[in-house]
């Protein structure tokens, strides 16, 4: 059992580059969630989707851009990066049909706009 | 509002002294309370939870403890281990269907000295 899956674990980009950050779990969750990690400021909900098809805008979603054409998969985009997205960003995963089960995150991404 | 405040924002505790860190949120609606643990370099894992119709949870050496009229709650480690040196995050949830965000603190930095 994988879990959740986070592709890649490191980037480097130069600023107006674009990108995707893959994010892939097997459990059949419902619910998937991006958030960015910043030291001090915890972690921030960037987009969530609470089933295929449906999306969400958290609390700082600007600046890039998600989808959920599958269960499985929820891809985060960054259309033109800039400094300011430097962070480590994780996905993490929500199931059992109900709001309060346990959320399984991905080893993380490290993103570094230069 | 959907903020959940979190302090203090660092922590260090001798090896057997207790460790509490604190949490507020203002938003009434939110209905679950975890508590992640990370490790440098992994992504956050549940700790423990509670839920509103409780005070108190308590797992092995880790209580949560949950005043709903202050909207505040705090975990406590009892008989703190070098190993619980890790950061700490309190998060909130609102329940079920389209909306389900999991919002988090802006997480504490535990260090258990020997």
């Known amino acids: 059992n994988a879990g959740v899956t986070q592709t890649p674990k490191f980037r480097i980009l130069k600023i107006g580059q674009s990108m995707t950050l893959q994010c892939t779990q097997d459990?059949?969750?419902?619910?998937m969630y991006w958030y960015r990690q910043d030291p001090g400021m915890g972690l921030k909900l960037i987009y969530y989707?609470?089933?295929?098809?449906?999306?969400d805008k958290g609390e700082v979603p600007n600046g890039y851009n998600v989808s959920r054409s599958t269960t499985e998969d929820f891809p985060l985009r960054l259309e033109l990066a800039a400094p300011s997205q430097t962070s480590v960003y994780f996905c993490?995963?929500?199931?059992?049909?109900?709001?309060?089960?346990?959320?399984?995150f991905g080893q993380g991404t490290r993103l570094t706009v230069v | 509002q959907q903020q959940v405040k979190q302090s203090p924002q660092s922590l260090i505790v001798q090896k057997g002294g207790i460790s509490i860190i604190n949490c507020a949120y203002e938003?009434?609606?939110?209905?679950?309370f975890p508590w992640y643990q990370q490790f440098p370099g992994k992504g956050p894992a549940l700790l423990i939870a509670?839920?509103?119709?409780?005070s108190e949870k308590k797992e092995g050496r880790f209580t949560i403890s949950f005043n709903k009229s202050a909207k505040q709650f705090s975990l406590h480690i009892m008989d703190s281990q070098p190993g619980d040196s890790a950061t700490y995050f309190c998060?909130?949830?609102?329940?079920?269907?389209?909306?389900?965000?999991?919002?988090f603190g802006t997480g504490t930095l535990l260090a258990v000295q020997p």
């Open positions: 938003n009434t609606a939110f209905d679950y």
């Open positions: 993490a995963s929500r199931g059992g049909g109900r709001w309060d089960t346990e959320a399984f």
């Open positions: 459990m059949n969750h419902n619910y």
């Open positions: 998060a909130a949830s609102i329940g079920g269907g389209a909306t389900n965000k999991l919002i």
């Open positions: 989707s609470v089933g295929a098809g449906i999306t």
């Open positions: 509670i839920r509103p119709d409780v």
